[in-house]
């Protein structure tokens, strides 16, 4: 019960809205409103799947772009820890060696829910990380399904991640390879 209470009093927008209702816009509004809306949606959509690209590229320059200097993530589901805040460099310096001792790993990173209001943005996108390393424990691969919450706020560079709440609905593979990246397992 706490962990939910903590959730919502930290969000910065509604999560309830699992599907987009209706117009994303008043039809009403001006011309330049709406173009601001769909301009918004594309760089916030840009930001998402970037935060995917740039672990399967090892782009850490492009992976910091996505954040805010200060971050809260909380990747219960995978790591354990609960919500924590840190800055974006440590979170970057901190993954960094996980996919450094993969093999290769592949995302699917996709909002599939935006809301936008004024210079705050929550958007719902997809979890779908395969992550490859040849092992003599079994398969090499292993798969994590779910979703992402991120909460965003317009800053002067663009977009940004603010926190990150990750949620999965289910494992498929090996899951010594999580272990073995993480340095948990040899």
């Known amino acids: 019960m706490h962990r939910i209470a903590t959730f919502f009093a930290a969000a910065l927008l509604p999560t309830f ?20 809306l769909l301009l918004d949606r594309e760089e916030i959509g840009q930001v998402i799947t970037n935060y995917g690209l740039a672990f399967d590229m090892q782009d850490w320059d492009l992976h910091r772009s996505v954040f805010t200097d200060e971050i809260q993530m909380d990747f219960t589901a995978s790591l354990g820890g609960g919500l924590q805040t840190m800055t974006a460099d440590e979170w970057v310096d901190a993954v960094k060696p996980f996919f450094a001792n993969l093999e290769g790993s592949q995302r699917i990173a996709m909002p599939l829910t935006i809301t936008i209001e004024g ?68």
């Open 17 to 36: 809205a699992l599907a987009q209702q209706g117009p994303i816009v008043d039809p009403a509004s001006s011309t330049d409103v709406k173009l601001q």
């Open 119 to 186: 210079d705050t943005a929550y958007v719902r996108s997809m979890l779908h990380a395969q992550h490859h390393l040849p092992n003599t424990k079994g398969a090499p691969v292993q798969t994590m399904i779910g979703y992402y919450d991120n909460w965003l706020v317009r800053t002067d560079a663009g977009w940004k991640i603010t926190k990150m709440v990750q949620t999965i609905t289910w494992n498929e593979g090996n899951w010594y390879i999580v272990e073995k990246a993480a340095g948990i397992s040899e």
